[in-house]
């Protein structure tokens, strides 16, 4: 959903927190406001426990939407209802980049998307699928693809294995990871 662009150079795009499930409403508060809004959607097919299916869209980024204003109208965003804030330093809200935006908006035009867990660079993850599922370790990038970095603490060796983002899942900072195999915790650990 994307409200028609209105030039004023002062006005910068914002990520708005709504309520999950709520986006959609949000945006028709916005537009009625006449505030430029982009909601990307993703269209899926979903079974209900009466044996009834249909096509939905549904947000590419649940609980959020993207509003483009100038930083003295936040406080109309702000009290439209669902609107939980807008997304931000300690400081006050932060503007994404224009150009970022635009892009996104241009890339998906025309294509099929769907959302997808958030993998960066650093974090530790587990690996859930393959031969090497319930191993720990930290994201990297090598060779313009993500590789896992597992580590032998006994002999103090580490090696990097290429991984696609999906076959990782998060390990919350600072707790380790659970439910995976003994035998792998005990040999091969997180490099450090």
């Known amino acids: 959903m994307i409200t028609p662009a209105i030039s004023n150079p002062t006005r910068s795009w914002f990520a ?3 309520a999950s499930n709520h986006e959609k409403r949000v945006t028709q508060h916005l537009r009625a406001k006449e505030i430029e809004i982009f909601l990307p959607l993703y269209s899926v097919t979903k079974r209900w426990k009466n044996r009834i299916t249909a096509k939905v869209e549904l947000p590419l980024f649940s609980g959020y939407i993207f509003a483009r204003i100038d930083p003295t109208e936040i406080i109309r965003v702000l009290e439209v209802p669902m609107v939980y804030s807008i997304v931000g330093s300690g400081r006050g809200p932060v503007p994404l980049p224009d150009d970022e935006i635009e892009r996104l908006r241009a ?7 769907h959302p997808f867990p958030y993998v960066k660079v650093g974090n530790r993850v587990r690996i859930r699928s393959g031969p090497l599922a319930g191993l720990e370790g930290i994201v990297v990038r090598t060779y313009g693809s993500l590789s896992v970095v597992l580590s032998v603490d006994l002999i103090q060796k580490s090696i990097a294995v290429h991984v696609e983002a999906d076959e990782l899942e998060s390990c919350a900072a600072g707790i380790e990871c659970t439910g995976y195999d003994a035998l792998a915790r005990s040999r091969l650990r997180i490099a450090r």
């Open 16 to 18: 708005v927190y709504t």
């Open 107 to 113: 890339g998906l035009q025309g294509r099929q998307a």
